[in-house]
């Protein structure tokens, strides 16, 4: 389809639903009047993308956020477009429709996307600065969760064959055991072994690039001023976040990141739900570790571990858990507040609420 002087005066309230896959992009255009007058595919590459719409007239284009969606929307932008990345929490009549079709799912986008953006609650993409040095961080998520998963399975064989195997870090379990695996199971889990110890070593080297990287974030240091908050943390969560004026309020982090409960009002029943889970794992996964690490014993004294330990009471393991999830929560909050107003952090207050004096 080509575009003329008159097409592009037509195309005023032109909007295009992208059904996005790694070969195909599937496309649908519709009118402000919702009359589709377009349907078709692209490949998905940049240079058939932006053929595709480099001869188009500015208009509204809405995507599913996935693997593409950080570089396409970039491009898409880049030749004038209004570009909505959609929610796909907000787009469950995509994902439960009985009738899941690439061609049906770009037309519901593009509907969707014309009636009323603020539907979709569209997400922002971070620069691709940012996300080149959050793929640092990912990497190195990734081979922790392999060795865990090689650790788990070693205990677990040396276990159901009436062993144990010694109680150690993750960073020294290769070295430790290696001299107490059963000699029945030595020549089957001994290579398992030796992978833990080789992901240990990367894991390492991935700790070293990331304490380099964090050099070259002066913000950096203000958040690690809460005991508990390393270079990974830290830095991740500056990367995540990466624009702190995109908040009104700091407590608007806590739902950003999928540390609050989940609602589900009816009447007068308004049961206790699990959290969201919204946003980034991998921040998620890093504030509750540090959570634990504060309300642990060997977390300094703070006014954040006071409360997560009240709230936690002496109660069930539930209701520790929980705990743990409110100070994950209220950590986020005060990273945020941090990095905004560059405050020196004091951890504790004395009884009128002012930073306590060291004795």
């Known amino acids: 389809m080509t575009y003329g002087s008159t097409e592009a005066r037509k195309a005023a309230g032109l909007t295009v639903g992208l059904d996005v896959s790694d070969t195909y992009t599937s496309l649908c255009l519709v009118d402000e009047e919702g009359n589709v007058i377009e349907e078709g595919r692209v490949r998905t590459t940049t240079p058939a993308l932006a053929r595709r719409f480099s001869v188009m007239p500015p208009c509204r284009i809405v995507l599913e956020v996935g693997t593409h969606s950080p570089w396409m929307s970039r491009l ?32 519901l986008l593009a509907r969707l996307g014309r009636v009323d953006p603020g539907l979709l609650r569209p997400i922002q993409h971070r620069g691709p600065e940012a996300q080149h040095d959050l793929a640092l961080l990912r990497a190195r998520d990734t081979l922790v969760r392999a060795r865990t998963n090689l650790i788990n399975h070693v205990r677990g064989a040396v276990k159901a064959a009436g062993g144990r195997l010694p109680a150690c ?8 055991a290696e001299a107490h695996l059963p000699v029945a199971l030595r020549a089957v889990l001994l290579p398992i072994v030796s992978l833990v110890a080789e992901l240990t070593a990367r894991i390492q080297d991935y700790d070293r690039q990331v304490e380099r990287l964090a050099e070259g974030y002066p913000a950096e240091r203000l958040l690690r001023q809460v005991c508990g908050v390393g270079p990974l943390t830290a830095l991740a969560f500056l990367l995540v976040i990466e624009d702190p004026t995109r908040f009104q309020k700091s407590r608007e982090v806590g739902p950003y990141l999928g540390l609050v409960p989940r609602q589900s009002q009816s009447g007068e029943r308004e049961p206790q739900l699990s959290i969201t889970k919204a946003g980034d794992p991998l921040l998620r996964r890093l504030l509750v570790q540090s959570a634990h690490y504060i309300l642990g014993p060997f977390g300094p004294e703070s006014e954040l571990r006071r409360w997560g330990l009240c709230l936690a009471g002496s109660g069930s393991s539930r209701g520790k858990k929980r705990a743990v999830v409110a100070v994950a929560r209220k950590l986020a909050v005060l990273l945020h507040r941090l990095w905004v107003t560059g405050e020196v952090y004091q951890p504790l207050l004395d009884e009128k609420g002012a930073p306590a004096r060291a004795g």
């Open 76 to 107: 898409l932008a880049s030749l004038g477009h209004e570009v909505i990345v959609a929610n796909p929490r907000r787009v469950r009549l995509i994902a439960e429709s009985d009738r899941k079709r690439d061609r049906a799912d770009a037309e």
């Open 169 to 176: 870090s993750a960073a020294s379990f290769h070295r430790k």
